[in-house]
């Protein structure tokens, strides 16, 4: 079935600890994106990558980073997680960011993430 | 500063119409979408709207006027299923995805 798969599904963290968030996708989109979801907040987003080999910071950039090394994998990683990095974590992709229908997302089912 | 509104929580009752409301405020405007996430899980695309008017898809309507920077999302033949969030995002200048906090609507029988 074409999408995306995330894992872990969740994990709890102990703060300080590293931690990366896997995300592959299956259906060639050029544009990919990671956002945290908390209770009362719009999505907001922390990184993206437009196609293959670049990336881009969000609106929350801090204390994550990602690598963008082709076109199906999107891997985040917490460098050293804090308490305030507890969150659900949708990776997403679009055909392209070209504006119209193509900038339609398509989510994986989130990682459950808890920083102790 | 750009901004989104939505009603936090809305009721309605199985059978009946409701209709989600969404105002937005943002640098330039290259579209607008609506999603449907129910709890615990991803969002999912419901609509597009990228011209003034009605688009009609099934049960579901999305509306937008770009001069009121105003668009809604009517259900009809509401459902248990349909108890869910439903986000409204718009496409700034910079085709950047502005989101809303999303509705919360919850179907009594």
């Known amino acids: 079935i074409a999408g995306i798969t995330q894992a872990p599904t969740s994990q709890i963290l102990a703060a300080g600890r590293r931690m990366t968030l896997r995300c592959t996708q299956d259906?060639?989109?050029?544009?990919m994106y990671w956002y945290r979801q908390d209770l009362g907040l719009g999505l907001r987003l922390i990184h993206y990558?437009?196609?293959?080999?670049?990336?881009g910071k969000g609106e929350v950039p801090g204390g994550y980073s990602v690598s963008r090394a082709n076109t199906d994998d999107f891997p985040l990683t917490l460098a050293s997680a804090v308490p305030s990095q507890t969150s659900v974590y949708f990776c997403?992709?679009?055909?392209?960011?070209?504006?119209?229908?193509?900038?339609?997302?398509?989510f994986g089912a989130g990682s459950r993430l808890t920083v102790l | 500063g750009q901004n989104i509104d939505q009603p936090t929580e809305m009721t309605a009752t199985e059978g009946a119409i409701v209709q989600i409301n969404c105002t937005y405020q943002?640098?330039?405007?290259?579209?607008l979408f609506w999603y449907q996430q129910h709890a615990g899980e991803a969002p999912t695309f419901l609509s597009y709207?990228?011209l003034d008017g009605l688009e009609e898809k099934g049960r579901f309507s999305s509306f937008l006027s770009r001069s009121k920077g105003y668009s809604y999302l009517l259900l009809k033949e509401l459902q248990m299923k349909d108890s869910a969030s439903y986000l409204c995002?718009?496409?700034?200048?910079?085709?950047?995805?502005?989101w809303g906090a999303g509705t919360k609507l919850i179907i009594k029988p």
């Open positions: 709207n990228v």
């Open positions: 995002a718009v496409i700034d200048s910079n085709y950047q995805l502005i």
């Open positions: 990558s437009n196609t293959a080999g670049t990336t």
């Open positions: 943002t640098s330039g405007f290259n579209g």
């Open positions: 259906m060639r989109h050029n544009a």
């Open positions: 997403a992709s679009s055909v392209d960011t070209s504006g119209s229908g193509a900038n339609v997302l398509t």
